[in-house]
């Protein structure tokens, strides 16, 4: 018996049977089937193929008539419809009831149409498209997790939640993340003040003075200074005192004056790589234990961690394209704002952080967060009246002034990353080696420098600690 692919007679049944629901229905071949031996045909659901047999039949029977469903249009021609995915079998009988052949039916998804719309999505993916049973198999390789995304998303229009992913994503998936915290802070602190002391007798003797202005408003300040010594309590940087007789009554002047002036840099630079989806995580520093009050009176005690913090999970979207979710933060124990509880001194944590979300390109470097703070603070100490008098109420006057400036930047930079050959590895504890006990004792040098043998990281270990170590930038 021969069966092969008849387009008119496709046409014809699908016109009769099912109208304008179905239309055309697409013909396909069957291989050639001889009496008494088995084939298979192949039947997208929801679509009808027509087969034509060279023996004429007199008898057809299907053995699951809810996985495809036959008809017959001659003796000859034969109407097959999937209808749900399956096997079953098709059994053709001659006019005399003996066996003309066994034809096992498939019914599968038809995803000719998704195959079409994934070429035209994703043009040059390697995805291969499979059925099984009633659902859709992707495998094959993509080039990143976004496309990947994309296909199983389109997939899922056409086979919801009978999707099954074998695909692989290729290209460079790890991404290394350098971290750069740049802070400055100035501060500039500037005072003067003027104090005065009286002591003795005006009018003869019936008037009395002994008093002090400022620094000198204590008997034992202004006893010192009127004998020529500058009081304990001075706190500033330069004082004056001098001194005059006007008659019987003494007079002490102290000037003191104060100018500081202070730069802090703070820079931290934590390098980590990471595979793309996974998170991880980087910490140079320590914890530092906090006592914590329980019930009935107990104490436990709980570790804080502090120094440099860096926690990420990169992503590689499209080709170079990185989404990163990161949190970054740089800390460090003050001790001027801790606190006393039961004679615990807990101490304090300057903190610098952020946490954020970016899309960026291998190499592209983007300024995540910025601090610039300005503050000034002005103090004016006078007695009242006398101060206010022109030229000579400085003298009854003291003044200060601090003015605190902070300019933090923080900068990020992705790039992806291969693994490289062991022997290209350096370490910055290859820059030196142990001294002989020549240099030690002789020359006095505690350490050496160089390598015995010339491979190519040791240009790498000539150089300062910036840069990379241990990966191959693409």
Sequence with gaps: MKICESF??????????????????????LRIVKKGTEATLDVPMNRAVVVESDI????????????????????????????????TTLTLLDPAGRLISNVTVRVAA???????????????????????????????????????????????RYAPERVSNLMGVGGVQQ???????????????????????????????NLGLNGGVG???????????????????????????????VGSVQVGLLLEALEQKGVVRTLAEPNLIALSGQEAKFLAG?????????????????????????????????????????????????STNGVNIDAFQIDAFTRRETSTTV????????????????????????????????????????????????????????HLVTPTRGEALILPT???RPPSENDLFMFGRISSTGRENNSPAQEVARQDFNGSYGYVMD
Excluded: C
Excluded at 175 to 204: H, I, P, T, W, Y
């Design 8 to 29: 008119k007679a496709a046409v014809l049944g699908l016109s009769l049977v099912f109208g304008p629901v179905i239309g055309i229905a697409e013909a396909e071949s």
């Design 56 to 87: 004429p039949f007199a008898e057809l029977s299907i053995a699951n008539p809810g996985i495809a469903d036959i008809s017959s249009l001659s003796d000859r021609t034969i109407y097959v419809l999937g209808k749900s995915p399956g096997l």
């Design 110 to 156: 038809d995803v000719t149409e998704f195959k079409e719309r994934l070429r035209q999505i994703l043009p040059g993916e390697k995805i291969e498209v499979r059925t099984a049973n009633d659902g859709i198999v992707l495998s094959g390789t993509v080039s990143s997790s976004q496309r990947l995304q994309r296909a199983l998303d389109l997939a899922e």
């Design 175 to 205: 991404v290394m993340l350098k971290v750069r915290f740049a802070e400055m802070q100035r501060n500039v602190a500037k005072s003067l003040s003027a104090s005065l002391g009286f002591n003795g007798n005006a009018a003869g003797g």
């Design 215 to 245: 620094t000198l408003n204590n008997q034992p300040s202004l006893t010192n200074a009127l004998a020529g010594n500058i009081p304990l309590t001075n706190e500033n940087v330069g004082a004056v005192l001098f001194g005059f007789n």
């Design 286 to 334: 320590g914890e530092y234990p906090v006592p914590v009050a329980q019930e009935l009176g107990t104490i436990s005690v709980e570790y804080k961690p502090f120094g440099i913090e860096l926690n990420f999970i990169p992503r590689v979207i499209d080709g170079d394209l990185i989404n990163l979710e990161l949190d970054a933060s740089v800390s460090a124990i003050d």
């Design 359 to 414: 899309e960026l390109r291998d190499g592209e470097s983007f300024a995540i967060a910025g601090l610039i703070e300005d503050s000034f603070m002005d103090n004016v100490a006078q007695l009242p009246w006398l101060a206010d008098i022109p030229v000579l109420g400085t003298l009854f006057r003291s003044a200060d002034y601090q003015r605190n400036q902070t300019e933090l930047v923080i900068i990020i930079t992705a």
């Design 430 to 432: 290859d820059r030196v």
